[in-house]
């Protein structure tokens, strides 16, 4: 059945397929974009963060349990993100949808899934896809995972799901374990995926930095792809929980807030220890072309755009910002304190012609 939400969300995938974006619908909307003139032309800027919200909501997108390879049963597992401070979550077992367990008191933003198709990153190198689909009532592939053993590329995968147009998709883990996945499968990939992980606690066991996958998110935005990024526990068992999650901007604590400024990018991503991040956001407005970020003690705030190049970087600061000068494609803001990380959505920046 086909729900409001989910016609919502087709119409933002939609839109993430056809990056020639129409300024008056959807993503580009109205409330969110702005026109500038620089010296070097007129342009429109996209500002996931131009509606403010009453509420910041924290959340789980990646995580597993018994029904696949995780060691909590669903409802425990929903337990322990209460007993942390999360306000809502999903669960994403191996091609399984968990539904909601009874008795969850978080708030569930729909069942969901993760399609691997069988795919490990060891063995399909250069092509391997780990797909997160959120809020579907139906297992899009593998249907039968024991057996299923062709491996799909990144790009097969994601047409299938262009085609069905009624989920918001996640392109996992762009790197797992220390592997990475190559450059060449990022710029070949034609997926308008709604997100890519920027931060996925289970990608690396060595050091927290190494966790970080940025790269292949700024790959896909340097080709001019609009994809947001989610910070992920992917969790599977230990104490490793709370280590990776979004905090939405929301007005009510509802499904459908929540998965409209998930859809808008109004949101950021954060890491951390048992949900705490050391790192407040008092502030974060585009005010005529200069962006203004302000933040609760003093850390590294960094402007990044095109080919992941730092635009910007200022070290133990409160607040700093960055013009617009109309050439970016996109601008992007990490705040780093030590090795805890919030990483804000990109702004979109068109020329007008
Ligand atoms: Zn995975
Ligand atoms: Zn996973």
Redesign the pocket.
């Known amino acids: 059945m086909i729900t409001e939400l989910k016609r919502f969300a087709a119409v933002t995938l939609f839109l993430f397929v056809g990056f020639s974006v129409n300024a008056s619908s959807g993503i580009f909307s109205a409330n969110n974009e702005k026109k500038i003139s620089t010296e070097s032309g007129k342009y429109r800027i996209y500002d996931p963060y131009a509606k403010s919200q009453k509420l910041t909501l924290k959340g789980q997108m990646?995580c597993?349990t018994t029904n696949s390879d995780g060691k909590l049963a669903p409802l425990e597992l929903c337990k322990r993100y209460q007993s942390i401070g999360f306000d809502f979550m999903t669960i994403?077992d191996?091609e399984y949808i968990t539904p909601e367990p009874a008795g969850n008191e978080l708030i569930w933003i729909g069942n969901s899934y993760?399609n691997t198709n069988g795919n490990t990153p060891t063995t399909s190198a250069a092509n391997y896809a780990?797909i997160c689909v959120y809020d579907t009532d139906s297992m899009l592939l593998a249907p039968n995972y024991t057996k299923y053993r062709s491996y799909k590329t990144i790009n097969e995968v994601q047409q299938f799901h262009e085609v069905e147009r009624n989920e918001m998709i996640n392109l996992?883990h762009p790197n797992w374990s220390g592997f990475y996945l190559p450059d060449s499968t990022m710029l070949n990939c034609n997926g308008h995926f709604s997100f890519v992980e920027c931060w996925n606690d289970?990608a690396a066991n060595d050091s927290m930095k190494l966790r970080t996958c940025c790269r292949g998110w700024d790959l896909l935005l340097s080709r001019g792809l609009r994809v947001y990024s989610l910070g992920v526990d992917?969790y599977h068992s230990g104490n490793s929980i709370g280590e990776g999650w979004v905090e939405v901007f929301s007005n009510s604590k509802s499904k459908k807030t929540i998965m409209n400024s998930l859809s808008k990018g109004n949101y950021v991503a954060a890491n951390g220890k048992l949900g705490i991040n050391p790192i407040v956001l008092k502030s974060i407005q585009l005010k005529k072309n200069t962006l203004h970020v302000n933040i609760g003690s003093p850390a590294t705030i960094r402007f990044i755009g095109r080919n992941g190049k730092i635009l910007k970087q200022e070290d133990s600061v409160t607040a700093s910002n960055y013009s617009i000068t109309g050439n970016e494609l996109y601008v992007r803001v990490e705040v780093w304190s030590g090795v805890y990380a919030k990483w804000l959505q990109p702004y979109f920046i068109e020329k007008i012609r």
């Open positions: 990646h597993h994403t191996h993760e780990h996992c289970g992917d």
